[in-house]
């Protein structure tokens, strides 16, 4: 009978069972209590089978191995027990047997249930006709040897079926690879990830957190002062609060406004609107946003003692002028930011406002809004704006300004302008305007009365332009000081006659008269022996078509015709002072040539820069250039006392006892946009003394109607008083020349 195809896979089962219990079969176990192998020789036999079959007893080389005569026996007699080799010491097999569907665990199990007693079992095959027929097997004699026998004409024992391989994943050692590849590049993606995050981007995550938690803060730059040529303050920016919100605190913008409008004067439409939440250019939510600047300190404190969430204060300055109107048109003002708009706080802004800084901290959330103590902090210290010291005389301003206010309002005018230089040097020593204004209070004051007259008032000069007339004459040697010309009442010229005031019907006139009595015929006929050409050359060398570069923020250029523009009346008009565009300052600054030798010097307003470090510069010197020789000069301003000494003379108002003034009147027109404005235009301007003169005052004022000598020659005479006491000027003591006005 053919063994069926499990028996080998029994044999097996059975012969590592045997194996490893052999010992038992030749020597009683000691936890047997004594029961040797005779009551039990068949289980033992059984149990002790080998691969091929045989028992111990049958395998003298087992017995050697089991403990017999040729074994390695234990000395008590004790068979030692050998490991048993079907049991794998991989704590993984019990699990990757359940993953197999208990396959390996059932083998095991049926290679167990080997019954006691049973040398082999006997599996019943199927044969033809039906039923099973047990095939007995019979067991093959043992070699005398000690080893097992196969005859000589059996056959060939079919190998015994090797037990399936377990899974790869069953390999303890490749496990313990695999695993330890997993863990190491999980760590190493790990520590990867970890240096990216600690170095590569902890910059970006650190600030972005911070980001969320910053508070900027503007710290103003202090701007800087406005100084009299004495060091007394004009302008200066003095400790002041500003009142700021929190749009993301600000619990109710309605309410907080109508708590804040009385205090601050701002609309409570206004407040609302800058409480209400904004976003930064960045996209992150505004926490820092203006309400008022430049608060007073004591409203500060009554707004923080309201304990309004979201609002506070910080400190700020505030712009002063104790003075009120004191030069209010030539220093302007500044914003609510102090950013120069007007006048001199316009014009040195850059200078004068210095950088700002700003101070940027970490605050916390919720109800814990405040600084974090010891978290970021960093600070940008303001750079303080330089300071100006001016060469405005503040007591001298003060009194030109009312002088100019007073007379003014006598003669009904509109707008009038003082100019007080100092001919050596060109400094304006003062310079004022009507109307004025208080420079703490602008906005309440009509733009056209913030205007600084001196440097905007544009006019026809009239007959204050005849002395650049006569000037070139002498200069260019068409007229001597001795020169006479018969006169005539009046002149043509194109189409247009010229009379004069003062006529003097075809007698001969001197120089002298023809300016004492300001003779338009005298001057049209000076103008025509000197040629267009050579009038406009001398009308620019006086600085006349430009702005003089004072230091005022829209100073106007004025203007004067060419020769290729002149028309047939123009040659008339020109020469008294009419078809040209001045200034009050350009014609001061004309004038101060003549009393400084001839010497053009540009006026200025800024005589030194003091740094936020008080270390002063001086700034650089202003320009100047000859306009006529110092005698010929000199003979100008002797010829100029005639309209103050003559009797009869157009200035005698101005006249000042002890003192050799010398001046011209005109009458001129307002220009307003290129057109003519109703009313006149009367003008003075004179020198303390001609024969050492050390300072220039001109006067213009737009009135109803009135010429030079009755409207602005008493202004002029009061200021020039007040400027020799200031001043101390002494009398020279020489007395006036004696003018002959007919020679014959």
Same mark, same amino acid.
């Not at 004790?78 to 097999?93: C, E, I, K």
């Given at each position: 009978?053919t063994?069926?195809s499990?028996?080998?896979?029994?044999d097996?089962?059975?012969s590592r069972?045997?194996?490893s219990r052999?010992?038992?079969?030749?020597?009683?176990d000691a936890?047997?209590g004594?029961r040797?192998?005779?009551?039990l020789?068949g289980?033992?036999d059984?149990?002790?089978?080998?691969?091929?079959?045989?028992t111990?007893?049958?395998?003298p080389?087992?017995? @050697?191995?089991?403990g *017999?005569? +040729?074994g390695? #026996?234990? /000395?008590?007699?004790?068979?030692?027990?050998? &490991?048993?080799t %079907?049991?794998?010491?991989?704590p993984f097999?019990?699990?990757l047997?359940v993953?197999d569907?208990?396959?390996a665990?059932?083998?095991?199990?049926?290679r167990?249930?080997?019954?006691p007693?049973?040398?082999r079992t006997?599996?019943? @095959?199927?044969?033809? *006709?039906g +039923?099973?027929v #047990?095939? /007995?097997?019979r067991r093959?004699?043992?070699? &005398?040897?000690? %080893?097992p026998?196969?005859?000589?004409g059996?056959?060939?024992?079919?190998?015994?079926r090797?037990?399936r391989?377990?899974?790869?994943?069953?390999d303890?050692?490749r496990?313990?690879?695999?695993?330890?590849l997993?863990?190491?590049?999980m760590?190493?993606?790990?520590?990867?990830?970890l240096v990216?995050?600690?170095?590569v981007?902890a910059?970006?995550?650190?600030g %972005?957190?911070?980001?969320d938690?910053?508070?900027?803060?503007?710290?103003?730059?202090?701007?800087g002062?406005?100084?009299?040529r004495?060091?007394?303050a004009l302008?200066q920016?003095?400790?002041a609060?500003?009142?700021?919100a929190?749009?993301e605190l600000?619990?109710?913008?309605?309410?907080?406004?109508?708590?804040l409008?009385?205090?601050l004067?701002?609309p409570v439409?206004?407040?609302?609107?800058?409480m209400?939440k904004q976003k930064?250019?960045?996209?992150?939510?505004?926490?820092?946003?203006y309400l008022?600047?430049?608060v007073?300190?004591?409203?500060?404190e009554?707004i923080m003692?309201?304990?309004l969430?979201g609002?506070?204060?910080g400190?700020?300055?505030?712009r002063?002028?104790?003075?009120?109107?004191?030069?209010?048109?030539?220093?302007?003002?500044?914003s609510?930011?102090?950013?120069?708009?007007?006048?001199i706080?316009?014009r040195y802004?850059?200078l004068l406002?210095?950088?700002n800084?700003?101070?940027?901290?970490?605050?916390?959330?919720?109800e814990?809004?405040?600084?974090i103590?010891g978290?970021?902090n960093?600070?940008?210290?303001?750079?303080p704006?330089?300071?100006?010291?001016l060469t405005?005389?503040r007591?001298?301003?003060y009194?030109?300004?009312?002088?100019?206010?007073?007379?003014?309002q006598?003669?009904?005018?509109?707008i009038g302008?003082?100019?007080?230089?100092?001919v050596?040097?060109?400094?304006?020593l003062?310079?004022a305007?009507?109307?004025?204004?208080?420079?703490?209070?602008w906005?309440?004051y009509?733009?056209s009365?913030?205007n600084?007259a001196?440097?905007?008032?544009?006019?026809?000069?009239?007959?204050v332009?005849?002395?650049i007339?006569?000037?070139?004459?002498?200069e260019?040697?068409?007229?001597?000081?001795d020169?006479a010309?018969?006169t005539?009442?009046?002149?043509?010229?194109?189409?247009q006659?010229f009379?004069?005031?003062?006529?003097?019907?075809?007698?001969?006139?001197?120089?002298?008269?023809?300016?004492g009595?300001?003779?338009?015929?005298?001057?049209?006929?000076?103008?025509d022996k000197?040629?267009?050409e050579?009038?406009?050359?001398?009308q620019?060398?006086?600085?006349?078509?430009?702005?003089?570069?004072?230091?005022?923020l829209?100073?106007?250029?004025?203007?004067?015709?060419?020769?290729?523009?002149?028309?047939g009346?123009?040659?008339?008009?020109?020469?008294?002072?009419?078809?040209v565009d001045v200034t009050?300052l350009?014609?001061?600054?004309a004038?101060?040539?003549?009393a400084?030798n001839?010497?053009?010097?540009?006026?200025?307003?800024?005589?030194e820069?003091?740094?936020?470090?008080?270390?002063?510069?001086p700034?650089p010197?202003p320009?100047s250039?000859?306009?006529?020789?110092?005698?010929t000069?000199?003979?100008?301003?002797?010829l100029?006392?005639?309209?103050l000494?003559i009797?009869?003379?157009?200035a005698?108002?101005?006249?000042?006892?002890?003192?050799?003034v010398?001046g011209k009147?005109?009458t001129?027109?307002r220009?307003v946009d290129?057109?003519?404005?109703?009313?006149?235009?009367?003008s003075?301007?004179?020198?303390d003394?001609a024969?050492?003169?050390r300072?220039?005052?001109a006067v213009?004022?737009?009135?109803?109607s009135g010429?030079?000598g009755?409207?602005?020659?008493?202004?002029f005479?009061?200021?020039?008083?007040?400027?020799?006491?200031h001043?101390?000027?002494p009398?020279?003591?020489?007395a006036?020349?004696?003018?002959?006005?007919y020679p014959?």
């Amino acid at each position: 009978m053919t063994p069926r195809s499990d028996e080998p896979r029994r044999d097996a089962s059975v012969s590592r069972r045997g194996s490893s219990r052999a010992g038992r079969d030749t020597e009683p176990d000691a936890d047997s209590g004594g029961r040797s192998g005779s009551g039990l020789g068949g289980i033992s036999d059984a149990r002790a089978y080998t691969p091929r079959g045989r028992t111990v007893r049958d395998s003298p080389e087992l017995r @050697r191995t089991t403990g *017999g005569a +040729g074994g390695s #026996a234990d /000395p008590g007699g004790r068979s030692r027990r050998t &490991p048993r080799t %079907g049991r794998s010491a991989d704590p993984f097999r019990p699990a990757l047997q359940v993953l197999d569907g208990g396959r390996a665990g059932a083998a095991r199990s049926a290679r167990r249930t080997v019954p006691p007693g049973a040398g082999r079992t006997i599996t019943p @095959r199927p044969v033809r *006709g039906g +039923g099973d027929v #047990a095939k /007995p097997v019979r067991r093959r004699p043992a070699d &005398p040897a000690g %080893g097992p026998t196969r005859s000589a004409g059996s056959p060939a024992r079919r190998p015994t079926r090797r037990p399936r391989r377990p899974p790869r994943l069953a390999d303890a050692h490749r496990r313990l690879r695999l695993g330890t590849l997993l863990v190491l590049a999980m760590f190493t993606t790990i520590g990867i990830r970890l240096v990216a995050l600690q170095v590569v981007d902890a910059p970006e995550y650190a600030g %972005g957190g911070v980001g969320d938690r910053l508070r900027t803060v503007v710290l103003p730059a202090p701007r800087g002062a406005i100084y009299d040529r004495s060091g007394a303050a004009l302008a200066q920016s003095v400790e002041a609060r500003y009142v700021f919100a929190d749009p993301e605190l600000v619990d109710d913008p309605a309410r907080t406004a109508t708590a804040l409008s009385p205090l601050l004067g701002i609309p409570v439409s206004r407040l609302t609107e800058d409480m209400g939440k904004q976003k930064r250019p960045d996209g992150r939510p505004s926490n820092f946003e203006y309400l008022a600047q430049g608060v007073e300190i004591n409203t500060a404190e009554k707004i923080m003692d309201l304990n309004l969430p979201g609002i506070g204060t910080g400190r700020d300055e505030r712009r002063e002028v104790p003075g009120g109107d004191l030069a209010a048109n030539l220093l302007g003002f500044t914003s609510q930011d102090r950013v120069g708009l007007e006048g001199i706080e316009a014009r040195y802004d850059e200078l004068l406002r210095g950088v700002n800084g700003e101070r940027e901290y970490e605050v916390g959330k919720g109800e814990l809004a405040a600084e974090i103590p010891g978290g970021y902090n960093k600070v940008t210290e303001a750079r303080p704006g330089s300071s100006l010291q001016l060469t405005i005389d503040r007591d001298l301003q003060y009194m030109v300004q009312r002088i100019l206010a007073k007379r003014m309002q006598e003669v009904n005018g509109t707008i009038g302008a003082a100019v007080v230089l100092d001919v050596r040097t060109g400094e304006v020593l003062a310079q004022a305007s009507y109307p004025t204004y208080d420079a703490a209070d602008w906005k309440k004051y009509d733009p056209s009365d913030r205007n600084d007259a001196a440097t905007s008032f544009v006019v026809d000069p009239g007959s204050v332009h005849k002395a650049i007339v006569f000037g070139a004459g002498l200069e260019e040697g068409v007229i001597t000081p001795d020169t006479a010309w018969p006169t005539p009442s009046s002149i043509r010229k194109g189409d247009q006659p010229f009379r004069d005031t003062h006529p003097v019907r075809g007698r001969t006139l001197s120089v002298a008269g023809m300016l004492g009595y300001s003779s338009n015929v005298g001057t049209i006929r000076v103008a025509d022996k000197l040629g267009a050409e050579k009038l406009y050359e001398y009308q620019l060398r006086f600085g006349l078509g430009r702005p003089t570069g004072e230091g005022v923020l829209g100073e106007a250029s004025g203007r004067v015709l060419k020769p290729s523009e002149y028309s047939g009346s123009t040659y008339g008009s020109v020469p008294i002072g009419h078809s040209v565009d001045v200034t009050p300052l350009q014609m001061a600054a004309a004038y101060a040539a003549i009393a400084n030798n001839g010497t053009w010097i540009q006026p200025h307003l800024v005589r030194e820069i003091i740094g936020p470090d008080g270390k002063r510069k001086p700034v650089p010197a202003p320009e100047s250039r000859q306009v006529l020789r110092p005698e010929t000069a000199a003979a100008l301003r002797t010829l100029l006392e005639a309209p103050l000494t003559i009797e009869g003379g157009t200035a005698t108002q101005a006249a000042i006892k002890g003192y050799r003034v010398a001046g011209k009147t005109g009458t001129g027109s307002r220009v307003v946009d290129g057109q003519y404005a109703p009313g006149e235009v009367a003008s003075f301007i004179g020198m303390d003394q001609a024969d050492d003169p050390r300072y220039v005052i001109a006067v213009f004022a737009h009135t109803p109607s009135g010429g030079g000598g009755d409207v602005s020659a008493p202004a002029f005479k009061e200021m020039m008083e007040y400027v020799l006491r200031h001043y101390r000027v002494p009398a020279t003591g020489t007395a006036p020349p004696k003018f002959v006005v007919y020679p014959r």
